[in-house]
């Protein structure tokens, strides 16, 4: 039962973990894109683009490293890397623009979090430790 709790709560851990490097991922990438598109003449069409990329390899990066250490339960542990990544998103973008409303882009947004998360989840069970 002692045991059984440990596991759960290592699990857990790992979870957060994962959310936050695909939060810490997002942010140097981020800054590294913002950097480049005031030094240069990177067009702002593709500002959208590339925002949606970066935040799905780092939810996948995310929930790829938490389900290859939990090497269990790769679909739920990483929907739930993308669902928190996605809800801290759009908490402090809605609280910076002082906006809290939810639209059919943001639903749209947080599925595809959670799909970016979920198949970060199976690609890390399934990944062989060597």
């Avoid at 699990?11 to 957060?16: A, D, E, G, K, P």
């Avoid at 739920?76 to 998103?89: D, E, K, S």
């Amino acid at each position: 039962m002692v045991q059984e709790e440990n596991k759960l709560k290592e699990n857990i851990l790992r979870i957060i973990k994962g959310s936050l490097l695909s939060i810490i991922m997002s942010i140097i990438f981020l800054a590294i894109f913002a950097t480049i598109l005031a030094y240069t003449n990177v067009s702002e069409s593709t500002i959208l683009p590339t925002i949606i990329v970066i935040v799905a390899i780092s939810i996948l990066a995310g929930s790829f490293l938490c389900s290859r250490k939990i090497k269990q339960n790769g679909i739920l542990n990483g929907a739930i890397v993308g669902l928190i990544y996605m809800l801290v998103l759009y908490i402090i973008s809605s609280a910076i623009v002082m906006d809290f409303s939810l639209t059919i882009n943001s639903f749209i947004m947080i599925g595809a979090g959670i799909l970016a998360g979920i198949v970060g989840g199976i690609i890390g069970v399934n990944i062989k430790n060597n």
